[in-house]
């Protein structure tokens, strides 16, 4: 890592929790109090304090305007319910010196909301629902009754136990459901994509001809595909309102129902509805850039949900994104959010956009959030190759061949520090924790990740790199979807899949060596940190990531896959029950795995090459008594010349010390012992909150990267070699939606396959309708065909579907 931007880093993290915190020493800076018990007219003095937060800004920008420094507004315990968003511009925010400060007073609970609070008067509607009169015009699409978010009435029934969307079923659109719905148009449907890369959401219109549900929606994710047939759910229609915990509120009638569940007594209970997407929005007012705010220890609480949003393409992901959050900054620079709680917010927390710089969340909570945590995305302005859409290529005739951005619409130099961030992405599955997208130098350090549906780290793209994750615990991932990892990451740069540029060739000819890091200038760096994913990769680098360092990582289940790519190292890491998965590697890709400790030999899948250097990893065999040649990694890579077999003496596995004992053949290699690695939150507050992997539970696991259940065993079918698709590696490959399908190998081209345009390597899923879940299916349908019968086979080809016709043999 560049000392200057370690030094700028480490700096900010510094000020944000020592220096900034005393400012209020400074005698320029007046203190404004506010306290939901105040008056507006009074003087904002600890005896007088004000009643809003946006009193307290007006009285701060005349403050600035007298002394050229913005206050320090105090906010004294009690909620704040926001009728509108808080911006703070130019005009309100001051300098890195002199910040305007918005904070809780002492260790007080404050708490700003995007939502109102109701004054119900319930009375019995039937079967243990309660109903109440709100004031026409009423609108919300969360309940929370005190402080927790209730569940809109839906079928099935919310299960926390489910594995995908709280509980799903098949029959949710049969019509012999659905045609007793009186207002359908209230509701939404929710589904898994049919890959399960994410999830989709439609809001049902009205009815078809034939009394099915019109729809809109199903964008969410940016790779087209159906939704799953069998892993959704209806929400928001109040013929299915039967459960403890359910809601309903009638557009038509104002009138809200709720099934309380057990333990709540309605006429003592607190009742909140939402009606803001963002709770704070900090950016530039014309073009002067708000320079120089301290949010801290607030909890926000109480945003509309954004799923029918999340509609704008990014460069060639497989996201979409919406542009907000509780917290949303753009065009702004030196802000410190610190102590704060983003809790069950309906979308993002924290979403920082386009041209923005020193933006720091530190000592930061956030919990249940809809959508994703914090998420660092540029404009696609900022991009010289803005490609919409995975399928899109260009041709290397056409390429701009200028290194870096375009503009300055990205993020860049910020900091995201000792934060627990669980349980997001409630409502939408394509999300992470930490979202980083078409930014710069994004620091991510001592953060604790866990228990979400998709990757804890996700970095959409090459643009621009010189990220550096460092000391994270990141586990328990990828919990509703597949093919992906604990860390994921894309690549889908100006060079991927270019027209007249193969990429075998690319670093083998200096026209175009250059390429792979025209958008990844700098390398990203993932240091000292804890990975799991128990239904993936640990790492899982994606689609032509390139230009990484792997350094110093304890992978604990998944191992780490290098998909197509370029430059990249891994040394001095630890795959617990795993090794280094090497998936269609271009034939020089200039990558090095050196000094590394894997359980198990390498797991190729079409490589076309094995990178320039593979040497003096230990192979760990548990007993071995003396070490020997590592001959199963050798026969794989053709290189590791000093590489072993061994024990590699760990020193506790079961307590989670992955430390060698002395005479460890590893530290023999030269492999650093990581015992004194220190991964996830340091602060007390969150430590007392945070939870660990269970890794004697992994350690009993055989991981789902190496898991099979199928046999490869070919047959002979039309001329070509077919076998069954085997593995999550193969999955991930060819994009497949699930390890069912047939491979289909060594089409020759004078066979009625290769003329009806199959090719080898293509995944065979349906012949007509008939699904084609394995050779055995296949060889029974094929024995029903008669020769000259006009077949149509779906088949996968670069995560494509494609229908073509055919004659039976």
């Given at each position: 890592?560049?000392?200057?931007r370690?030094f700028?880093l480490q700096?900010?993290?510094?000020?944000?929790?020592?220096g900034?915190?005393?400012?209020?020493a400074?005698?320029?800076?007046?203190?404004?109090?506010v306290?939901p018990?105040g008056?507006?007219f009074a003087?904002?003095?600890?005896?007088?304090?004000l009643c809003?937060?946006?009193?307290?800004?007006?009285?701060s920008?005349?403050?600035?305007?007298?002394?050229?420094?913005?206050a320090?507004?105090?906010l004294r315990?009690?909620?704040y319910a926001?009728?509108?968003?808080l911006h703070?511009g130019a005009?309100?925010?001051?300098?890195?010196?002199?910040p305007?400060r918005?904070e809780?007073?002492g260790n007080?609970?404050?708490?700003?909301?995007?939502?109102?609070?109701?004054?119900p008067?319930?009375?019995?509607?039937?079967?243990g629902?309660y109903q109440?009169?709100?004031?026409?015009?009423?609108?919300?699409d969360q309940?929370?009754?005190?402080?927790?978010r209730?569940i809109?009435?839906?079928?099935?029934?919310?299960?926390?136990?489910?594995?995908?969307l709280?509980g799903?079923a098949?029959?949710?659109?049969d019509?012999?459901?659905?045609?007793?719905y009186?207002h359908p148009?209230?509701?939404?449907?929710?589904a898994?994509?049919?890959?399960?890369?994410g999830?989709l959401?439609y809001?049902i219109?009205g009815?078809?001809?034939?009394?099915?549900?019109?729809?809109?929606?199903?964008?969410?994710?940016?790779?087209?595909?159906?939704?799953?047939?069998?892993l959704?759910f209806?929400?928001g229609l109040?013929?299915?309102?039967?459960?403890?915990g359910?809601w309903?509120?009638?557009?038509?009638?104002?009138?809200?129902y709720?099934?309380?569940?057990?333990?709540?007594?309605l006429?003592e209970?607190?009742?909140?509805?939402?009606?803001?997407?963002n709770?704070?929005?900090?950016g530039?007012d014309?073009?002067?850039t708000?320079t120089?705010l301290v949010v801290r220890?607030?909890t926000?609480?109480?945003?509309?949900r954004?799923f029918?949003?999340?509609?704008?393409?990014?460069?060639?992901s497989?996201?979409r994104?919406f542009r907000?959050?509780a917290?949303f900054v753009?065009d702004?620079k030196?802000?410190?959010?610190?102590d704060?709680?983003f809790?069950?917010?309906g979308?993002?927390?924290?979403?920082v956009?386009?041209?923005?710089?020193d933006?720091?969340?530190?000592?930061?909570?956030?919990e249940d959030?809809?959508?994703?945590?914090v998420?660092?995305?540029?404009?696609?302005t900022?991009?010289?190759?803005?490609?919409?859409?995975y399928q899109?290529?260009?041709?290397?005739?056409?390429l701009?061949?200028?290194?870096?951005?375009a503009?300055e619409?990205?993020?860049?130099h910020?900091?995201v520090?000792d934060?627990?961030?669980t349980r997001t992405?409630r409502?939408e599955?394509?999300?992470?924790?930490?979202q980083?997208?078409t930014a710069?130098?994004?620091?991510?350090?001592?953060c604790?990740?866990?228990?979400?549906?998709?990757?804890?780290?996700n970095?959409?793209?090459?643009?621009?790199?010189g990220?550096?994750?460092?000391?994270?615990?990141?586990?328990?991932t990828?919990?509703?979807?597949?093919?992906?990892?604990a860390?994921?990451?894309w690549g889908?740069?100006r060079?991927?899949?270019?027209?007249?540029a193969?990429e075998?060739?690319?670093?083998?000819?200096?026209?175009?060596r250059d390429?792979?890091?025209?958008?990844a200038?700098?390398p990203?760096?993932?240091?000292g940190?804890?990975?799991?994913?128990?239904?993936?990769w640990?790492?899982?680098?994606?689609?032509?990531?390139?230009?990484?360092?792997?350094?110093?990582n304890?992978?604990?289940?998944?191992?780490?896959?290098?998909?197509?790519?370029?430059?990249?190292s891994?040394e001095?890491?630890i795959?617990?029950?795993?090794?280094?998965?090497?998936?269609?590697?271009?034939?020089?890709?200039?990558?090095v795995?050196r000094r590394?400790?894997?359980f198990?030999p390498?797991?190729?899948?079409?490589?076309?090459g094995?990178?320039a250097?593979?040497d003096?990893n230990l192979?760990?065999?548990?007993?071995l008594?003396?070490?020997?040649?590592?001959?199963?990694l050798?026969a794989?890579?053709?290189?590791d010349?000093?590489s072993?077999?061994?024990?590699?003496?760990?020193?506790?596995k079961?307590?989670?010390d992955?430390?060698?004992a002395?005479?460890?053949?590893?530290?023999?290699?030269?492999?650093?012992?990581?015992?004194?690695?220190?991964?996830g939150?340091?602060?007390?507050?969150?430590?007392a909150?945070a939870?660990k992997?269970?890794?004697?539970r992994l350690?009993r696991?055989?991981?789902?990267?190496?898991?099979?259940v199928?046999?490869?065993?070919?047959v002979?079918?039309?001329?070509?070699?077919?076998?069954?698709l085997v593995?999550?590696?193969?999955?991930s490959?060819?994009?497949?939606?699930?390890?069912t399908?047939?491979?289909?190998e060594?089409?020759?081209?004078?066979?009625?396959l290769y003329?009806?345009g199959v090719r080898?390597?293509?995944l065979?899923?349906?012949?007509?309708?008939?699904?084609?879940?394995?050779t055995?299916?296949?060889?029974n349908?094929?024995r029903?065909?008669?020769h000259?019968?006009n077949?149509?086979?779906?088949?996968?080809?670069?995560?494509a579907?494609?229908e073509?016709?055919a004659?039976?043999?």
């Open positions: 890592m560049p000392n200057r370690r700028i700096s900010a993290a510094l000020a944000a929790s020592t900034l915190r005393f400012a209020r400074a005698q320029a800076q007046a203190e404004i109090y306290s018990q008056d507006d003087a904002g003095s600890y005896a007088a304090p809003t937060i946006s009193a307290a800004l007006v009285r920008r005349n403050q600035k305007k007298r002394t050229g420094q913005p320090i507004i105090l315990e009690g909620t926001l009728a509108e968003p703070l005009e309100d925010t001051g300098s890195s010196a002199f305007l918005i809780a007073f007080e609970h404050v708490l700003i909301s995007g939502g109102s609070r109701l004054r008067k319930w009375r019995p509607y039937r079967d629902i109440t009169k709100l004031e026409p015009g009423t609108t919300t309940l929370f009754v005190n402080g927790r209730q809109l009435a839906r079928y099935p029934n919310f299960d926390p136990h489910a594995k995908y709280g799903t098949e029959d949710v659109l019509l012999a459901r659905t045609r007793h009186g148009s209230d509701g939404f449907i929710h898994m994509q049919q890959s399960l890369w999830s959401h809001k219109t009815r078809e001809k034939d009394g099915s549900f019109s729809l809109e929606g199903g964008w969410q994710v940016d790779r087209v595909q159906p939704m799953s047939k069998s959704l209806v929400e109040f013929e299915d309102l039967n459960a403890p359910e309903f509120l009638d557009p038509r009638t104002s009138v809200l709720f099934y309380p569940p057990p333990g709540i007594d006429n209970a607190a009742v909140d509805v939402v009606r803001l997407e709770i704070i929005t900090i530039a014309g073009h002067e708000a120089g220890g607030i926000f609480r109480h945003t509309l954004t029918m949003k999340t509609r704008e393409q990014l460069l060639r497989d996201w994104i907000g959050g917290v753009g702004a030196g802000i410190v959010l610190e704060c709680f809790d069950q917010l979308g993002n927390a924290i979403f956009s386009g041209r923005t710089e933006v720091t969340v530190t000592s930061c909570r956030i959030a809809g959508a994703s945590g998420c660092f995305v540029g404009k696609p900022a991009a010289r190759s803005r490609l919409l859409g899109q290529t260009q041709s290397v005739e056409s701009d061949r200028t290194p870096g951005p503009s619409d990205y993020p860049k910020c900091l520090h934060c627990l961030i992405g409502f599955k394509q999300t992470a924790p930490i980083i997208e710069q130098d994004i620091h991510v350090r001592h604790s990740l866990y228990d979400v549906p998709r990757a804890g780290i970095i959409g793209d090459g643009c621009f790199g990220h550096y994750i460092e000391a994270c615990d990141v586990f328990d990828v919990l509703e979807t597949s093919d992906h990892g860390f994921n990451a889908r740069d060079w991927w899949h270019l027209r007249n193969p075998d060739a690319l670093l083998s000819s200096s026209e175009t390429l792979p890091t025209l958008d200038v700098s990203n760096l993932l240091n940190n804890r990975w799991a994913c128990e239904h993936g640990d790492i899982d680098l994606d689609d032509g990531s390139s230009n990484y360092r792997i350094e110093n304890l992978c604990l289940c998944g191992g780490l896959k290098l998909r197509e790519g370029f430059f990249r891994a001095n890491n795959l617990v029950n795993n090794t280094l998965h090497i998936h269609v590697w271009p034939a020089d890709s200039e990558d795995f590394n400790v894997v198990v390498y797991r190729p899948i079409r490589p076309h094995l990178g250097d593979f003096l192979l760990h065999h548990e007993g008594q003396k070490t020997v040649s590592a001959t199963a050798q794989i890579s053709q290189q010349e000093h072993i077999e061994g024990d590699a003496l760990f020193r506790s079961e307590l989670g992955f430390g060698f002395a005479g460890s053949p590893a530290l023999k290699l030269g492999i650093v012992d990581l015992s004194a690695a220190v991964y939150v340091q602060s007390p507050k969150l430590l909150l939870r992997p269970d890794i004697p350690l696991t055989t991981p789902a990267t190496l898991r099979t199928r046999r490869k065993d070919p002979a079918w039309m001329g070509a070699s077919a076998r069954n593995g999550l590696g193969e999955m490959e060819l994009g497949a939606p699930t390890e399908g047939v491979v289909l060594g089409v020759p081209e004078s066979s009625a003329a009806a080898s390597g293509d065979l899923l349906l012949i007509n309708s008939t699904p084609i879940v394995d055995t299916a296949l060889m349908f094929a029903t065909l008669k000259g019968d077949i149509v086979l779906h088949i996968l080809r670069k995560q579907l494609m073509l016709g004659s039976a043999p």
